[in-house]
């Protein structure tokens, strides 16, 4: 493989964890670090129709998310979000989306976490998703053999 092949490998490896780390790992990690935890109230909850787009077919499907109105008091102050987890989770079956949100009722309270600077962002479910971990290493692994693969061809 020559230097231009190496080159594209670190350029699509380094976009790859960029977006995984900052799309998507970077902040479940944060949540996990920074947020306190909460109790809050489901005020309201729907499972919330989108479009993506396919890249090679350029056809639309539809895709669902679990998305919940909840209330939650801090220090005296209420703050009220729409929210699920950090990240905007979504898949193409509504009754996944559906069977998460049969999980919380509507006038109950949970535990929450939420940012201690900006208690509007709020999450009911924290953790880090297998995909994220996946999406952000492969991207850093494609990354750093085009970098050594290129490492070793300059060095020649």
């Known amino acids: 493989m020559g230097r231009a ?3 594209a490998f670190l350029l699509l ?8 780390w900052f799309g998507m790992l970077g902040p479940e990690l944060e949540v996990n670090r920074r947020f306190v935890p909460g109790r809050c109230t ?3 909850k729907e499972v919330v129709e989108g479009n993506s787009t396919r890249r090679k077919s350029g056809r639309r499907r539809t895709v669902y998310r ?8 801090v220090d005296g102050r209420r703050y009220e979000a729409r929210t699920f987890r950090i990240t905007a989770w ?9 069977a998460t949100l049969a999980r919380y009722e509507v006038g109950q309270s949970y535990p929450c976490w939420y940012d201690p600077d900006d ?6 479910e924290r953790g ?8 952000t290493g492969g991207g ?7 970098l050594v693969g290129l490492g070793k061809r300059w060095a020649n």
Do not use: K, M, Y
């Not at 679990?66 to 008091?73: A, G, I, N, T, Y």
């Not at 208690?119 to 009911?124: A, I, K, T």
């Open 66 to 73: 679990p998305e919940f109105h909840v209330r939650l008091d």
């Open 119 to 124: 208690p509007n962002r709020v999450v009911l």
């Open 128 to 135: 880090t998703a297998a995909a994220s971990w996946i999406f």
């Open 5 to 7: 092949g190496f080159i």
């Open 13 to 20: 490896g380094g976009t790859f964890a960029a977006v995984g």
């Open 90 to 98: 979504s898949t193409s079956d509504a009754s996944d989306a559906s």
């Open 140 to 146: 850093a692994v494609i990354g750093l053999v085009g």
């Open 42 to 44: 489901v005020v309201a």
